[in-house]
C-alpha cells in the first residue's frame, strides 16, 4: 500500500518526505522478472546481460521506457514529461540529467515502469495522468531547477558508477527522453541515421574499439539486419579491397568471360597470369581518369547456356568447382574481386548458384544472374530472348544473404544482367533491402552507342530503389566501343561496375 503525495510546486523542499511502503512491494521488470523494492532503496542500475537487444519501439515514449527498464533496476525519483508539449520535454531532460534518474514520456506504459522503478518522488512537467508521488512543477527553467536542487539535497538519487552499455539510435533528439536516461544510467549513446553502423565510420570505431559492450537498439528499423551489421563490424569483417561496403563507394572494373575459351569473353583469351596482369592493367587505365577507387575484377561464367540439352537435359554446362578454382585463387592473391555469372538454361538460378556455394563462401566472390539464358519449358538458346520471374531473383537473394550472414562475409555484389525490361518480370518487385548484398543491374546490351545510351536510359526509368548499375563495352559487337576516357564521361551516373567482354 501506497501513500501518494502531491506537493505544492512553488515551496522549496527542506527535508525528507517519508512514504511508507509495505515491506516487499514488488515491481515487474521485463527483463529481469519481479525487483524488490523498500523504503531507503538506492537508485540501482546494472549491465544488460544481452550482448545485443533491440528495442522494438514505435515511439520516443516506448524507447525511453524500454531504456529504463534494461538499465535501471530501481530509482526512488524519476520525472515524467507530457508527451504532447516539447518544452515540457527539454525542461524534464534537462531536470531528470540534473538527477541522474530516468526521464519517460507519458503514457501507460510509462506508469507501469515508475511503479516497477518504486519511483515514490516524480517531477511531472506539462499534462500528464495522475501517477503516485507526484511533484507537479511549472515548464519554467528556474521553478524546475529549484525543484531538483530541493530533491538532490534530501534524497540520494546519483548513482556513483558508469554501465558498461552503448545505446543507438538513428536520431538523438527524436529519442531524447531515451538517450537522456541512457547517458544518466552511465551507457554511451550512438547516433547512426541509417540504422547501419558500417555506414557511419564514427560509430563503427567505437563499437570495434568495444566489442564485448552490450548494445541496446532503439527502434524497429534496427531489427532486420542490425544484427549481422554489427558482428562486421566488431570483428572488422573487411572487403577485400577495404572498407565495410562493396558499394557504393567503389568501382569495379571488369573481365567477362570463361576459362580457356577466347569466344565467350577477354577472361578466356590467356591464361590465369596473364588475366591477372591485363586486368589490373584495366584498372590503372581508369584510375589515370578519375580519383575514383577502382577494383579490378573477374566475372566468370560459370554455367553456359549450350545448344544442346546435355546428360541433365537443362542446356546449361556447369563448370566444376575444381575447375574455377585455380582462377578463384589467383584472384584473391592478387586483390581482384571475383563474380560468379550463371547461365542456366532449363534449371532455375538457385539450383546452380547452390552448386557453387563453397566459392560463394569466400570473401571476394559475388553471383551475377543472366536472365537471357533462362528458358522456359521446350525453349532453346538464341531462339528468343530468356526471362524470369522477380520472384526466382528474390530467392537466390534471399539464399545468398543468408549464407553471408551466417558465415558473417563482408556485404556481397549480386548481378543481374539486363538489356529488355522482358527479361525480368515484375522488376519493381526486386527485394533490395539485404544489407548483405549489393545490388547491381547490369546492362549489357551490344551495339551502336546510340542505342546502348536509350537502353541505358530506358532500364534505369522506374527502376527498383536501391539498386546500383553496370555497363558493359563489347569489344568486338560493339561497332565503336567506348575508350576508358569515353566510358567515364558519357555514362551516368559512374558505372559501379563496368564490364568488357
Known sequence: MSVSVRLNPYVVVSSVILVALVAGVLAYSEDRGPVRTGESSPTQIHRPAKSLDIIRSSTPAHSAVGVSRRLFDTSPVAVLADARDGQAQKIAIASATSLGVPVLIDDATATAELERLGARRVLTFGRTREVDGAQAVP???????????????????????????????????????????????????????????????????????????????????????????????????????????????????????????????????????????????????????????????????????????????????????????????????????????????RTDFLTQAKRYRSLLER??????????????????????????????????????????????????????????????????RLDTRHAELATVIHVDGSGAQGAKQETWRGLRRNAPDGVHWGWKNFVDEDPHMLTVQETWRRVRPHPALITYQ
Not at 539464399?399 to 558473417?408: D, I, M
Request: hydrophobic share 40%.
Open 139 to 345: 515548464v519554467h527553467r528556474t521553478r524546475a531547477a529549484n525543484a531538483v536542487a530541493a530533491l538532490r539535497g534530501t534524497t540520494a538519487v546519483r548513482n556513483k558508477r558508469r554501465v558498461d552499455a552503448i545505446v543507438v539510435t538513428r536520431s538523438r533528439a527524436a529519442n531524447a527522453a531515451a538517450v537522456a536516461t541512457a547517458r544518466n544510467a552511465g551507457a554511451e549513446v550512438l547516433q547512426i541515421p541509417t540504422a547501419d553502423p558500417r555506414r557511419t565510420p564514427a560509430a563503427a570505431k567505437i563499437l570495434a574499439a568495444r566489442p564485448k559492450t552490450p548494445v541496446i537498439a532503439l527502434g524497429t528499423p534496427f531489427v532486420r539486419s542490425f544484427a549481422y551489421e554489427l558482428a562486421v563490424v566488431r570483428k572488422r569483417v573487411l572487403q577485400p579491397s577495404g572498407g565495410y561496403l562493396a558499394l557504393p563507394g567503389k568501382h569495379y572494373t571488369a573481365m567477362y568471360g570463361h576459362p580457356g575459351t577466347p569466344s565467350l569473353g577477354v577472361l578466356g583469351e590467356q591464361g590465369v597470369k596473364a588475366s591477372i596482369q591485363r586486368v589490373e592493367r584495366l584498372a590503372r587505365k581508369y584510375r589515370r581518369v578519375s580519383e575514383a577507387e577502382f577494383v579490378p575484377t573477374f566475372e566468370i561464367i560459370a554455367t553456359v547456356a549450350s545448344g544442346g540439352p546435355g546428360k541433365d537435359k537443362d542446356y546449361s554446362q556447369e563448370a566444376s568447382v575444381k575447375r574455377l578454382t585455380p582462377l578463384v585463387d589467383a584472384a584473391e592473391k592478387a586483390g581482384v574481386y571475383v563474380i560468379l555469372d550463371l547461365q542456366p538454361g
Open 363 to 428: 570473401p571476394h566472390v559475388g553471383l551475377a544472374l543472366d536472365p537471357e539464358w533462362r528458358l522456359k519449358k521446350k525453349q532453346k538458346h538464341l531462339r528468343q530472348i530468356g526471362s524470369v520471374k522477380v520472384a526466382e531473383i528474390n530467392r537466390v537473394g534471399d539464399w545468398l544473404a543468408q549464407l553471408t550472414r551466417r558465415k558473417e562475409l563482408p556485404q556481397k555484389i549480386f548481378v543481374l544482367h539486363q538489356f529488355s525490361l522482358s527479361m525480368i518480370k515484375n522488376r519493381g
